[in-house]
């Protein structure tokens, strides 16, 4: 099983960890969020995460903290100076992004830092390792296809567009597609394809159609909702998901990765999802995203699947 830290993020810290809570750093602003599988002793003293921090976001009561997705509202507590909305920067080699981030009522941010080694796969693949494809093989804009799914302000989608490729985009929440046009635009980008739908109900319309992309990024949250109150409930519906991506990713020169963060889904699960669906595939990589605070504590951030062939 391997294990994927991020190197190349200077907007971005895990300052400290524990007692079910994180101490972050986005940009110069310092932020502390639930955190459940935080549950060590924090590193450092309470005085100074309550000196450090600008913002603080507390679950509401009776909040289950496995429920990571939770539909639940909770409230942050903010610090004079600290703003509705700021940027950050992510750079590697080329591809340059920028984040609008945010202090939202459900916890989110409007990022998840810890993807930022799947964004460098991304890039990495579409920019080194895929070969020219055949024009039947392209999308409508030349470049090859691209299928980001649960895509919420799309970290994946513009990496994906940084190299060149056709991006569509599903996500549920109008909102959030918004957001993740702002992003888009901010880091001097364009043209990626926004779909508000249900993923399940746009990817079961795909296949019917004989749709095919050279990548999919498949990103599911433990619990969600649909626009027309579609249900997601990722251990009743993953396998029908992941089979239907089967069907929808090119044989040959293409790339499918999976990400879950729902606490007791191990990568094995993942693993054994794949090859259920896809049989043995070579070049596949598993493992746990996770951050280390100043500590030395390696926080788990969720698990990753991602193979190309």
Not at 257 to 273: T, V
Request: aromatic share 12%; glycine share 10%.
């Amino acid at each position: 099983m391997d294990t994927f830290t991020i190197g190349h993020w200077t907007d971005y810290e895990l300052i400290d960890s524990g007692h079910l809570e994180k101490l972050e750093r986005f940009g110069k602003y310092i932020l502390i969020r639930p955190e459940p599988q935080a549950v060590w002793k924090k590193f450092l003293p309470e005085k100074e995460w309550n000196d450090l921090h600008h913002a603080r976001y507390t679950r509401a009561k009776g909040t289950d903290p496995a429920k990571q997705t939770s539909t639940e509202k909770g409230e942050w507590t903010t610090r004079k100076g600290m703003p509705e909305q700021w940027f950050i920067s992510y750079s590697y080699k080329s591809m340059n992004l920028r984040f609008r981030l945010g202090l939202t009522s459900f916890g989110h941010i409007g990022v998840f830092p810890e993807q930022a080694d799947n964004w460098e796969y991304i890039y990495d693949y579409l920019t080194n390792v895929l070969p020219p494809l055949p024009l039947q093989g392209r999308g409508p804009g030349g470049g090859v296809r691209v299928l980001n799914l649960f895509a919420y302000t799309g970290g994946a989608s513009l990496a994906a567009k940084a190299a060149g490729a056709d991006v569509v985009h599903v996500d549920s929440v109008k909102p959030v597609i918004n957001w993740a046009r702002e992003m888009m635009e901010a880091s001097g980008l364009k043209d990626i394809r926004w779909v508000v739908e249900d993923a399940l109900k746009f990817v079961k319309r795909e296949t019917r159609r004989g749709n095919r992309y050279d990548g999919i990024i498949l990103d599911p949250p433990a619990y969600g909702r649909g626009p027309e109150g579609e249900k997601w409930i990722l251990q009743d519906t993953i396998d029908e998901m992941i089979s239907l991506c089967k069907d929808l990713l090119t044989p040959e020169h293409s790339f499918f990765m999976l990400s879950m963060y729902s606490m007791g889904f191990s990568s094995l699960i993942a693993e054994s999802l794949v090859k259920t669906h896809f049989g043995d595939v070579s070049q596949i990589q598993s493992g746990e995203l996770y951050f280390t605070d100043r500590g030395g504590r390696k926080l788990p951030l969720g698990t990753v699947l991602r193979f190309k062939k």
